[in-house]
């Protein structure tokens, strides 16, 4: 006797219409249908496929036509289109499977055919028949009625001929070109194994274009893990390239994507698959689909033995996007400090060449040269303006004549520094060191002038101390030598100072002459999360070495135009404090404002 809390039975559909409905409107995306019509050809083995978009009678329409064997027959040789239109989900594909004669074919639910209501209004679908005839079945968007019936043509053609028309509203600007790109990518490897030639022909665009599989871009890595589950193997096609958005790795099945990114599956959101340096597919044969749209994994055993296959496949692949971040990084930091080099040759062009002789531009022979001057070297100075005359063809003018603007003439005294400000010398060596005084627009103050020079601190030896270049002999042993000038113009005075550091040995690190022979200063990374400094200057290695654990670098690392600019700061910072050691603090920022200044600038411009 049945118990009355207790019952069982079967599940039915209640309205086969409305499921029907429900079926038939779960295909959202246009372009999905008409790949899903596409490969119905593929699976009836046709060679040629032609979609074409036109216009007739008002109205928008899209046709697919293939080669291929058409609808197959009943037992009288007459295209079975009843079986086709009652047996929705109930696919013959599916018992071929069953069987093992697969063959590469795809879709096993029977309702591919009902995606054409997110297309058009009607369908026609024509085939032959056994008596070379051909028959037409029609259907109707929201009509479960169809109608076949004998096609009058003056003879009929191999293969089928399906024609959706007119087309809905909302995609009659589906252009020929957008069709093309999405079945190069959707059907990319059912087209490259089946070797079918798919044509899209859109009369309306007057455009003519042939669906090509997709190329993927970057090199295409070789000797990577299999990725085998209990279930089966999965086929892995994957290219590594530069990141861009567009980079993903498709999940496909049978050469059919199913899912575009990867990265997006449960389980798989985290790199490689999300770190946009790969490009290609992963090919899955025995994942189960959902049935409405095809688009989507049911998560069953099957799709959890598929994840956890990934594993050593992730692992290598980690290693390979590392590598190439290094090498990305290393050839950034290459290209930023080309960058940076440049801004600051050409800014010390505009700079005064003695305030800022530490960045020597020419070789240290041509520094050294011009620091001993054109008289000491036996070369007469050139006179500028002799020469422009010549090449103007005028007579060169004579001294005494020679006619300046007015803007031209230097105004009264206002500053004077030394150069160079800064320098190192070995014991009883000697340099030169020259006063260069200015007026308030930074022209040169020529006249009226003189000048008191004095050895402040430290010793050593001036060989005059009241011209306007004088020479200082290192005393015998090492010390810190502070060297000053006076320069007066009548009731103006002003005062410099010079810094020396006479060492015992010149240490090479030390040289300036060495360090300028091997340019501006490298730059190199060191993690120092605890650390207050930003960066700091190795003269052994000519480096800056940048604290990349600063809270300020990781700022700035969000664009590379912010990270070269941080970049350049921490040049300025450590330049002008190695060479300006000693200074007072107002005139070290001072410096790093102006030097900060004109190199941003170059850098803009570079």
């Known amino acids: 006797m049945k118990s009355k809390g207790s019952e069982r039975g079967k599940l039915r559909i209640g309205d086969d219409w409305n499921a029907i409905r429900i079926i038939a409107l779960s295909q959202s995306n246009p372009l999905k249908a008409i790949a899903e019509l596409v490969e119905n050809s593929i699976d009836a083995h046709a060679r040629t496929i032609v979609i074409t978009r036109g216009r007739e009678h008002g109205g928008h329409y899209l046709k697919v036509k293939d080669d291929g064997d058409g609808v197959p027959r009943d037992p009288s040789g007459l295209p079975d289109f009843k079986y086709v239109a009652t047996h929705i989900c109930d696919s013959i594909k599916r018992r071929l499977k069953t069987n ?67 087309l809905l509203e909302g995609i009659r600007s589906l252009s020929g070109e957008k069709v093309q790109w999405y079945l190069a990518s959707e059907l990319r ?37 299999v990725v085998r589950s209990p279930f089966g193997e999965a086929y892995s096609e994957l290219y590594l390239t530069e990141p861009t958005e567009d980079c993903r790795v498709a999940l496909t099945r049978g050469g059919t994507r199913v899912i575009a990114d990867i990265g997006t599956l449960p389980g798989l959101e985290h790199p490689p698959w999300n770190s946009r340096y790969l490009q290609g597919l992963v090919d899955v044969p025995y994942l189960n689909l959902t049935p409405g749209t095809r688009s989507g994994i049911v998560h069953d055993e099957y799709y ?153 601190e430290g010793g050593g030896t001036l060989s005059s101390t009241f011209d306007q270049e004088v020479c200082l002999e290192a005393p015998e042993a090492p010390v810190l030598v502070r060297l000053s000038v006076a320069v007066s113009q009548r009731d103006i005075r002003c005062t410099a100072e010079a810094l020396i550091t006479v ?75 190695k060479n300006f050691a000693g200074l007072p603090a107002e005139q070290i920022a001072e410096r790093m404002i102006e030097l900060s200044l004109y190199v941003e600038e170059k850098l803009k411009s570079s």
């Open 100 to 166: 093992g004669d697969e063959g590469g074919i795809q879709g096993e639910f029977g309702i591919g055919l009902l995606s054409f209501w997110t297309v058009g209004e009607i369908l026609s679908m024509t085939s032959k028949g056994a008596d070379q005839r051909a028959y037409q079945m029609i259907m109707r968007r929201g009509d479960p009625r169809y109608v076949v019936s004998v096609r009058r043509t003056l003879f009929a053609e191999q293969g089928t001929e399906l024609k959706i028309s007119p």
């Open 189 to 225: 490897d059912r087209i490259r194994h089946s070797q079918v030639r798919i044509t899209v022909i859109d009369k309306l665009a007057r455009k003519q274009c042939q669906v090509e599989p997709r190329q993927f871009e970057g090199r295409l890595l070789h000797q990577l893990p």
């Open 304 to 456: 959890a033995a598929f994840v956890e296959s990934l594993v050593r496949l992730e692992v290598d692949l980690n290693d390979l996007i590392d590598a190439q971040r290094r090498a990305e990084e290393e050839q950034a930091n290459r290209e930023s400090l080309r960058a940076i080099q440049r801004a600051f040759r050409e800014a010390m062009l505009v700079l005064p060449r003695e305030e800022y002789d530490w960045f020597d531009i020419q070789s240290p022979s041509a520094q050294e040269s011009v620091a001993r001057g054109p008289e000491e070297r036996g070369v007469q100075p050139i006179d500028t303006k002799a020469v422009g005359a010549v090449l103007r063809g005028a007579e060169p003018p004579e001294e005494e004549s020679a006619q300046r603007e007015f803007f031209d003439y230097a105004g009264p005294l206002h500053t004077v520094l030394i150069s160079p400000a800064t320098s190192t010398l070995a014991v009883k060596q000697s340099r030169r060191f020259r006063a260069v005084p200015r007026d308030r627009s930074r022209r040169r103050v020529e006249e009226g002038l003189t000048f008191a020079w004095e050895i402040i």
């Open 503 to 577: 060492t015992d040995s010149l240490d090479i690190s030390l040289s300036p002459s060495v360090v300028n022979a091997r340019g501006l200063p490298g730059y190199t990374f060191e993690r120092a999360a605890g650390e207050l400094r930003r960066s700091r200057f190795d003269s052994e290695r000519n480096l800056i070495v940048v604290n990349s654990g600063h809270r300020d670098f990781v700022f700035a690392t969000r664009s590379r135009a912010l990270q070269l600019r941080y970049l350049v700061r921490l040049y300025v910072k450590e330049l002008v404090l």
